[in-house]
């Protein structure tokens, strides 16, 4: 006898209002233990202990199947036991078993169901090791983003940009690597979109593009290094030239 007819104190009243007409006595079960009962004829009073027992039930969160059953008469002794008769009998559940809001919260606990309980334990145990091993996500928006932010500031992306290319040829050209063409570099690179820097062409759009690719890897503080010569440049335009007239020179 697992299901149950009625869930929660307002459908058992509204049940008992309906079927226990002049029966005064009842009684409720949980199983074959009888938790309480009544055995006196005041029908009014009898429903006012019968609700408050209900509403603490069901505040108390408790889920166990009780059956109440309603009495046409008493023992010879005034009691009501598992002898007496009969005429209506309610299977119900003071509250849920299975609590929506309980089910979609961080936590699931089922103290009267070691079956759900157990299965309620799993799924914490697999979400706490899902979020162990995805990384949190960061708001840093890494090097390039940071780079991009820099050009960004009028000004400083034409300032920084001849430095730039001049000072990858540079690299290149230590490293014995070869150096590409601007006129090659400018042919093969993609049409200028809405999303280019303002006020860069798209041979110096490229050119820079090219410049980043090539220091990110060999300057791990680019950012900051580029932030320090659009500075320079800033404050000092004839040391900011005689830099740029030195790259030129060795490009």
Not at 51 to 71: C, G, M, P, S, Y
Not at 75 to 94: M, W
Not at 127 to 156: F, H, M, W
């Amino acid at each position: 006898m697992q299901n149950a007819w009625a869930i929660g104190s307002d459908q058992v009243l509204d049940w008992f209002n309906r079927v226990s007409k002049n029966v005064p006595y009842y009684s409720l079960w949980n199983g074959r233990q009888i938790v309480f009962s009544w055995s006196d004829d005041d029908i009014s009073q009898g429903k006012d202990v019968l609700e408050t027992n209900l509403r603490a039930f069901e505040e108390q969160n408790i889920t166990d199947l009780f059956v109440l059953k309603l009495h046409p008469s008493t023992d010879k002794g005034g009691f009501i036991t598992d002898k007496s008769p009969v005429v209506a009998s309610l299977n119900f559940r003071p509250a849920a078993q299975y609590n929506p809001a309980q089910m979609a919260g961080q936590e699931m606990n089922f103290p009267r169901n070691p079956g759900m309980q157990r299965l309620a334990d799993e799924i914490r145990e697999l979400r706490e090791a899902r979020e162990y091993q995805e990384p949190a996500q960061s708001d840093d928006p890494g090097i390039l983003g940071a780079i991009n932010k820099i050009l960004s500031t009028p000004g400083v992306a034409e300032a920084v940009t001849p430095l730039i290319a001049g000072l990858s040829g540079f690299l290149l050209k230590s490293m014995g690597m070869p150096v590409p063409d601007p006129a090659v570099a400018a042919a093969q690179a993609p049409a200028v979109s809405a999303g280019m820097l303002s006020g860069i062409s798209a041979d110096q759009d490229d050119k820079v593009n090219q410049a980043l690719d090539i220091l990110e890897p060999l300057d791990p503080e680019l950012g900051d290094d580029l932030l320090r010569l659009a500075a320079l440049a800033q404050k000092d335009p004839a040391q900011f030239k005689m830099l740029l007239s030195m790259l030129k020179a060795n490009g």
